[in-house]
């Protein structure tokens, strides 16, 4: 198309009449895979940066290799080092590369901001803010939240601020903190009133809402033991709650609902809170965007509501941070005293114990039945177990195998569905079964003597001898169509 005129070319427009993509588009004879295009992000070619196009660009003209003002010509080339304009407001990217490298972050962040763009149909702000909740930002070191050497008048003023210490925190998804270097690094003598600082200095310095200047931190712990599985919210003086779960939900389970409490009460309490979690795995869960399991879809939910005033924050366990080891300790004592009792809404939990429980009634069954097939397989063991070349048998000498083994056929269990009685032996006046035709009817003696294993035991133990020999032996006995 040019000057909204067709022109011929090697390509095929192809218009569909609906909002949803086909997976597949017939073309002729071919099945063709179909996918939604994802345009190249919008960059200006006039300053190289992104978010606006070229004809509404007021900036000066920049060099495409140093990223200066525009001093070379058509003829001539920049022999400055190489510098990109879009990378160099980030510290932790590395930006000696040139504006128009496709390895550049800043190009990747915005071909990826994109993609989300048209694949969620959603606005520039709305993936933007989906790729921050993807990416946790970690900018802050753990060294920061370890250390000691803060002065005495900081965190007296850190208590002047906090009236009371009570509950947890809750950070967005896209503000969720992650400290990568917890495993190089063993803390020393940690301080909570350090981690409450900092974590106060972030709530006052990044928001501007009319929320009450109190702030609170929280702690969060979930615990599994023999006794049943239980959460519990703690600050550093007090238990706000503790409940129990039932006996088949996981760690990871009860985690998360403890977050899920304590993002429930910061709410309730219309104050600024920073809910505290050694959880990383928790963390990461709600911080995945495509994860939509009960739990974190609706701690999502409450953070994207209450951005301003409720944050998440991950602290390492077991470093003496005194709210999170009050938090560890009353969810492992939660089963000494009466508390409240929580369902649990994982679905994946309780799928896996209902697996469990029919995987233990089945074992209950086989155990106490005296079935025709437990006696031949008492280790429940298939066809697939065994060593049996597909060229040496056909299939249909496997189905009647098959049968022999089961117990069941045509000629044994035709009868209920006919509803008649059940067949009789003539010879021996009994009912028919497959152990009696194999083994026991003396009418067969003679081709089972020429047919059948001396062992009768193992005659319907699966390898090629067995199979062959006791389809000749039914074949002998004109049945081997009634099996």
């Not at 919008?42 to 140093?66: A, I």
């Not at 080092?81 to 550049?104: A, G």
């Not at 021996?428 to 067969?444: D, M």
Request: net charge positive.
């Amino acid at each position: 198309m040019k000057n909204n005129i067709l022109q011929e070319s090697g390509l095929i427009t192809v218009t569909f009449g609906s909002t949803t993509l086909p997976e597949t588009l017939m073309i002729g004879y071919e099945r063709v895979r179909v996918r939604p295009h994802i345009p190249r992000p919008l960059k200006c070619r006039n300053c190289l940066k992104f978010g606006h196009p070229t004809k509404f660009c007021r900036s000066p003209k920049t060099c495409s290799n140093c990223s200066a003002e525009a001093h070379t010509t058509e003829d001539t080339e920049c022999d400055k080092p190489k510098f990109c304009i879009n990378c160099k407001y980030d510290i932790n990217n590395q930006f000696n590369h040139s504006p128009l490298d496709k390895t550049c972050p800043a190009f990747i962040k915005q071909k990826e901001i994109t993609t989300i763009k048209t694949l969620q149909k959603v606005d520039h702000k709305t993936a933007t803010r989906i790729y921050n909740m993807r990416h946790i930002h970690q900018s802050t070191p753990y060294s920061k939240i370890t250390s000691t050497n803060q002065p005495t008048t900081t965190v007296n003023e850190a208590q002047k601020t906090t009236s009371t210490q009570a509950p947890t925190s809750t950070s967005t998804n896209r503000q969720l903190r992650s400290y990568t270097d917890i495993m190089d690094h063993q803390p020393t003598t940690s301080s909570k009133r350090t981690v409450i600082e900092e974590m106060e200095t972030e709530i006052s310095s990044d928001s501007t809402t009319t929320i009450p200047k109190k702030k609170m931190t929280e702690s969060d712990h979930g615990s599994k033991s023999g006794h049943g599985v239980s959460y519990s919210i703690t600050t550093d003086t007090r238990i706000i709650k503790t409940a129990l779960l039932p006996a088949h939900s996981s760690i990871f389970t009860a985690e998360v609902a403890a977050i899920y409490a304590a993002c429930d009460y910061a709410v309730s309490q219309k104050k600024r809170f920073v809910i505290c979690s050694d959880s990383l795995s928790s963390l990461q869960s709600i911080a995945n965007i495509s994860n939509q399991s009960f739990y974190t879809a609706r701690i999502r939910d409450i953070l994207n509501s209450h951005q301003s005033y409720i944050k998440l924050l991950w602290i390492p366990g077991h470093t003496n941070i005194t709210g999170n080891d009050t938090a560890d300790a009353a969810a492992k004592e939660a089963h000494l005293f009466p508390q409240l009792y929580e369902n649990n809404y994982n679905y994946k939990d309780t799928q896996l114990f209902i697996k469990q429980k029919f995987k233990k009634q089945f074992a209950s069954l086989w155990e106490n039945t005296s079935d025709h097939y437990k006696l031949i397989n008492p280790n429940k063991l298939s066809l697939k177990n065994y060593n049996i070349k597909a060229n040496d048998i056909n299939r249909q000498d496997l189905i009647k195998f098959s049968r022999l083994r089961l117990g069941h056929s045509k000629l044994t269990h035709e009868h209920i569905i006919n509803k008649q009685a059940a067949p009789q032996c003539e010879r021996c006046n009994t009912s028919i079964t497959i152990k009696h035709i194999l083994l026991e009817c003396p009418l067969f003696l003679s081709e089972r003597n020429k047919f059948l294993p001396s062992n009768p035991s193992e005659l319907l133990t699966p390898n090629t001898l067995n199979i062959k020999a006791s389809m000749n032996f039914l074949k002998a006995i004109k049945l081997y169509h009634a099996i």
